[in-house]
């Protein structure tokens, strides 16, 4: 499997810096390897009936911060993706907040979530496993900023990390 190190400063918009930081390994194939089975287990340990929780009234419900997870890495992942392809054309970035009134998780269960998740991950991992070794540094436009392909699945870990500290500490 493909070693992706933690990239430079400049590879990446300053404000992903606290998420990339944020990544427990110093090898971001590690994490999501590891994460396979880490963050299922976690999220399993969280009882059905908090699912619609939030800790206050401006704040994402419990599902809500879970399918966020799972939208910025679908996002983050096709962006992978795109500079890996040579892609040139800036890539949109993507508002929130109009996912998650959109995504409409009311209904979704525990289970459906995780299953997405896992889903998601196993596509993630594949993704970036088979990438040839030259391509990390290729360079796009997201968002409005430049980054370079080797950042992607360090913001995608670190951004999940930090939302799974989130409900750690203020929701459950």
Known sequence: MMRISLPEPDAYPEY???YIQAVPDDEVMSYFVQSQSAVPEFLRQIPEE?????????KWTVAEVIQHILDTERVFAYRGLC????????LPGFDQDLYNRNAETSHRTLHSLIDEWTGIR???ISLFAHLPDDCLNYAGHAAGYPIRLIAIPWIIAGHEYHHLNV???RYL
């Open 122 to 124: 196993h596509a993630t």
């Open 167 to 169: 409900l750690r500490e």
């Open 16 to 18: 992903y810096r606290s």
């Open 83 to 90: 500079i890996a392809r040579g892609e040139q054309k800036p």
């Open 50 to 58: 908090k699912l619609g929780y939030a800790y206050r009234e401006d």
